[in-house]
């Protein structure tokens, strides 16, 4: 039993072959989206923003993108094929309707949605355009240690799995966050937004398709200044497989913390388990990207950090181009969305 990362992936196209603009940079997440898909090898052509400032920075770190003055510059070119955005959240899909309508596969940031009703319109234009609304959810997608716990769970490392544990803390940094940030109706509560995350994980590695959400919380713990902010939640579900999951998430990142938060996932399976610690070992100095594994065989710590890559993003590429659900089903973006919307509707306010 010699687990080992696979081969790390490379560009799965020529220059021009795959060419994608940005629309909306109200989130940092636009540049790990667009790093991803040029890393494999796709063309970014135009940015578009309303605020000149956003524009500028992003245009420093991408000097060949072409800035626009109006969207529909992106819409109306037929080489664009894909528009990745990282909106407001309450607007993200307003602004995947438009990109579907234009004949365009849209990729956004998460949390996708912030209401059921959002859901609900992107289901109807998926299905009347046959264009893409993929969500980067990057602490699975664009971090090695979760691209290889799910080749280990493919492999049967540690039989089926049973339980997800996910906890997302975050570092708040409040007086560097936009107006936008503290109102509800724009960024949809903690288990909506950053609880996204937890529960797309749950259903890839559980393998459950579907979940009933057996209870959830939210609250405001330690910000007061800003009412509408939930700085905690936590959500408990089960799988229709049988699978569960406890998630916790939070802004309140202590700030001796090296990272902007300890984001760990354990993975409980009939013959063994993982635990990731993504982003930093606490009082250690190896960096993030550590996974534990130990199953009958074996108790074994991989550093994966630049050994793994990101497979996510060439084959997104690729079915955008072939029709085909290799990166990841729609179904599944969508159910991800769900439960996370269901959790936030159904949690109890502490």
């Given at each position: 039993m010699n687990y080992e990362?696979?081969?790390?992936?490379?560009?799965v196209v020529k220059h021009g072959e795959f060419v994608f603009a940005v629309a909306a940079l109200d989130h940092g997440h636009i540049y790990g989206q667009c790093n991803g898909l040029l890393e494999a090898g796709a063309e970014l052509r135009y940015v578009y923003d309303p605020d000149p400032e956003k524009v500028a920075a992003f245009v420093k770190t991408y000097p060949s993108v072409k800035p626009v003055d109006r969207l529909e510059t992106i819409l109306e070119d037929p080489l664009v094929k894909l528009v990745a955005a990282a909106a407001i959240p309450s607007d993200r899909c307003s602004l995947g309707l438009r990109v579907m309508s234009a004949g365009k596969d849209y990729f956004t940031d998460k949390t996708p949605f912030t209401t059921?009703?959002?859901?609900?319109?992107?289901?109807a234009k998926?299905?009347?355009?046959?264009?893409?609304?993929?969500?980067?959810?990057?602490?699975?997608?664009?971090?090695?240690?979760?691209?290889?716990?799910?080749q280990l769970i493919q492999e049967n490392a540690i039989g089926n799995v049973l339980e997800v544990v996910g906890f997302g803390p975050h570092r708040l940094n409040a007086p560097s966050r936009p107006p936008w940030f503290f109102e509800k109706a724009k960024y949809g509560g903690i288990l909506c937004d950053i609880g996204s995350h937890?529960?797309?994980?749950?259903?890839?590695?559980?393998?459950?398709t579907d979940a009933t959400i057996l209870s959830s919380i939210v609250a405001n713990k330690a910000s007061p200044d800003h009412p509408e902010l939930e700085d905690f939640g936590e959500a408990h579900a089960l799988g229709n497989n049988g699978a569960t999951t406890f998630i916790r998430v939070d802004w309140l990142t202590p700030q001796a913390s090296r990272t902007w938060g300890d984001v760990r996932t354990f993975i409980l399976g009939t013959n063994g388990y993982i635990e990731m610690r993504k982003y930093i070992e606490i009082t250690r100095h190896e960096g993030g990207d550590q996974l534990y594994l130990v199953n009958d065989k074996m108790e074994k710590r991989f550093s994966l950090q630049g050994k793994v890559g990101f497979p996510y993003f060439g084959q997104l590429i690729l079915d955008c181009l072939n029709r085909t659900e290799t990166a990841m089903t729609q179904t599944h973006a969508f159910k991800a969305a769900e439960l996370c919307l269901k959790a936030q509707l159904q949690a109890h306010r502490l």
């Open positions: 990362p696979q081969v790390k992936p490379s560009s059921l009703d959002q859901l609900k319109a992107a289901k998926v299905a009347e355009t046959g264009r893409k609304y993929m969500v980067y959810y990057n602490e699975r997608l664009h971090v090695e240690c979760a691209v290889f716990a799910g937890q529960f797309e994980q749950f259903l890839y590695y559980s393998g459950s």
